[in-house]
Antibody, heavy 116, light 107 residues
Framework: EIQLQESGPGLVKPSQSLSLTCSVT?????????WSWIRKFPGNKMEWMGY???????NYNPSLKSRISITRDTSKNQFFLQLNSVTTEDTATYYC?????????WGQGVMVTVSS | DIRMTQSPASLSASLGETVNIECLAS??????LAWYQQKPGKSPQLLIY???SLQNGVPSRFSGSGSGTQYSLKINSLQSEDVATYFC?????????FGAGTKLELK
């Protein structure tokens, strides 16, 4: 069974970096698919943030392009999100998901609050 | 970016009723559309992909239709476990974009 699980701090100070990990079991992230980060803001708006592909290439939402980085550790079957210079507007629940265009497997989500 | 206009924003229906949720794309997305169900405190679950293909394990009372810019999700014979928020998502063009969601409640 394919499972994804996010981990990382639930509270980040403004202007600092947000760093999250997605651990994948049941599927090797180098075997195929893209591996995405998606966030859901208070009030329900959903935003696709970007992906890292099975080959290691990346694609980011232009709205975040200057602040986002998605990397991976293939030895641990994990991929990572780093979002720099966060503000209170980055407060959201962050999900990782397997991306074949549609998102067929999701992590449980991690709520991140940006506050001093 | 492709704008996804989803309606209604909220919906109240009775058990056994048929429910329709609409999604209008700002340009042709060539059926590259998915529907998700999200229950409180849970992650989204894929229901429909390619506009009308039912994801494995999803009850057959869920169906999707549409083409071009107009798409819909239909729930036949509404069950109590269908109370949730539903989202559409286009994957024809980057950045992928979502509808604003439809909150479905029981009347």
């Amino acid at each position: 069974e394919i499972q994804l699980q996010e981990s990382g701090p639930g509270l980040v100070k403004p202007s600092q970096s947000l760093s999250l990990t997605c651990s994948v079991t049941g599927y090797t992230i180098t075997s195929g698919y893209d591996w995405s980060w998606i966030r859901k803001f208070p009030g329900n708006k959903m935003e696709w943030m970007g992906y890292i592909s099975y080959s290691g290439s990346t694609n980011y939402n232009p709205s975040l392009k200057s602040r986002i980085s998605i990397t991976r550790d293939t030895s641990k079957n994990q991929f990572f999100l780093q979002l720099n210079s966060v503000t209170t507007e980055d407060t959201a629940t962050y999900y990782c998901a397997r991306d074949g265009g549609r998102f067929d497997y999701w992590g449980q989500g991690v709520m991140v609050t940006v506050s001093s | 970016d492709i704008r996804m206009t989803q309606s209604p924003a909220s919906l109240s229906a009775s058990l056994g009723e048929t429910v329709n949720i609409e999604c209008l794309a700002s340009e042709d997305i060539y059926s590259d559309l998915a529907w998700y169900q999200q229950k409180p405190g849970k992650s989204p679950q894929l229901l429909i992909y390619n506009a009308n293909s039912l994801q494995n394990g999803v009850p057959s009372r869920f169906s999707g239709s549409g083409s071009g810019t107009q798409y819909s999700l239909k729930i036949n014979s509404l069950q109590s476990e269908d109370v949730a928020t539903y989202f559409c998502q286009q994957y024809n063009n980057y950045p992928y974009t979502f509808g604003a969601g439809t909150k479905l409640e029981l009347k």
